[in-house]
């Protein structure tokens, strides 16, 4: 964390004693996250009780039964805590027994843990801050037809139990939040990760000229537009042409992608989307987008989901169709995608860390929500090299 930055958080007490909480799955990076706090904070002349500590991960246990039911236990006073309880409802490698067989945990077996645990804290800890990366049933934030609204009900559920803050990233439809209008929530965009990461990767120019922001459905265009406004390049989109005589899978099957915008040949160009999940919709755009000769085509998500494995993007490699792939480490990274060349990890412990820092402190997350001078000074820091 940056010495202004230090200044500013230490102008404000701590809310409370600082307390994370990581539920089964986000183990890793929660603990580089408590790795960075307890450097920080052993560095700051700050005398209260509690403050400066070797680590401020608090002990769980999410034992279950024969049965397969489970309970939540608190294995050390949060009595007074400012408690920050990280989930990673995504997180498919972890696995519980129920009547003698493994089975995965799913999204609902992590919320319903997310919800043990705030059961098990209630009424001793003195506030109590939920950070999940990826936002439980956020994909069914609206009503079509007679469904329900899974997503709302998932946030008037944790409102209801204590939670005050909720912090996400990159939510699938940010109004969602209209459903706790009287509580904490932002959905945070990583792109000044994505931006200085690329930076480092890849050897390109960053101007209208060389380089261009892609779209690729209807519902990501304001994402788009908001990476291409910190880059300052030009905007294209696809839009999905669908068979609204059939469904496929719950959804209307994609007949074409059609494309809005300026031409894109001889320019790299990035594509910037929420999530990577069969990656199917990703590779059709980026093959597109190579038959219109762009140069180097960068696909962007802040959750790479992977479900139908890496065989379809190995393959797009070898035909020179995806020249690179980042996704953060906000959720489970498969090992077999770590091994792969053309993939590249987003690290974001160290944003989290500073998140949780300053809200302990109950100061302004402003700048670390929007990162624009950061990511100016990183264009022009590339700029002065060249």
């Not at 307390?19 to 700051?44: F, N, Q, T």
């Not at 439980?136 to 997503?151: G, I, N, P, T």
């Not at 409102?159 to 945070?188: K, L, Y």
């Not at 020249?323 to 690290?347: A, C, E, G, H, K």
Request: aromatic content about 8%; glycine content about 6%; some cysteine.
């Amino acid at each position: 964390m940056t010495n202004d930055a230090t200044t500013t958080i230490m102008k404000n007490l701590p809310v409370g004693p600082l307390g994370l909480i990581a539920l089964p799955g986000c183990e890793g990076l929660v603990g580089h996250v408590d790795s960075y706090l307890a450097s920080w904070r052993k560095g700051r002349p700050m005398e209260v009780s509690g403050y400066q500590k070797d680590s401020y991960l608090i002990d769980v246990s999410l034992p279950r039964f024969g049965s397969g039911e489970g309970k939540g236990v608190i294995n050390k006073s949060v009595r007074g805590d400012d408690l920050y309880i990280l989930v990673d409802v995504c997180n498919y490698s972890v696995e519980y027994s129920m009547y003698g067989k493994k089975n995965p945990m799913s999204p609902d077996d992590h919320f319903q843990n997310l919800k043990r645990v705030i059961a098990a804290v209630a009424g001793k800890a003195k506030r109590i801050n939920v950070i999940m990366p990826f936002l439980y049933e956020s994909r069914q934030h609206k009503r079509s037809a007679r469904e329900s609204l899974d997503c709302a009900m998932a946030l008037q559920e944790l409102t209801s139990m204590g939670v005050t803050n909720i912090i996400t990233f990159d939510a699938h439809d940010p109004r969602v939040q209209n459903a706790i209008p009287m509580n904490g929530f932002e959905t945070i965009m990583p792109t000044y990760q994505f931006v200085k990461k690329m930076l480092k990767t890849e050897n390109v120019t960053i101007d209208s000229d060389h380089m261009m922001v892609i779209s690729p459905d209807e519902g990501a265009v304001s994402r788009a537009i908001y990476f291409a406004n910190m880059l300052g390049l030009d905007v294209g989109m696809f839009y999905k042409r669908r068979d609204y005589t059939r469904v496929v899978n719950g959804k209307n099957p994609i007949v074409a992608h059609e494309f809005l915008g300026t031409s894109v040949e001889g320019k790299d160009v990035i594509i910037v989307d929420d999530m990577i999940a069969s990656g199917d919709s990703m590779i059709d755009v980026a093959r597109q987008l190579k038959e219109r000769k762009a140069r180097k085509v960068f696909a962007c998500a802040t959750f790479g989901l992977f479900t139908a494995g890496m065989d379809s993007f190995d393959k797009a490699r070898e035909e020179g169709i995806i020249d690179r792939i980042y996704t953060t480490n906000l959720i489970y990274q498969n090992p077999q995608v770590l091994r792969r060349d053309y993939y590249v990890s987003v690290d974001m412990s160290e944003y989290l860390a500073a998140l949780i820092d300053t809200m302990n402190h109950d100061a302004s997350i402003e700048n670390l929500l929007t990162p624009t001078v950061k990511i100016q000074q990183r264009m022009a820091e590339l700029k002065e090299k060249k």
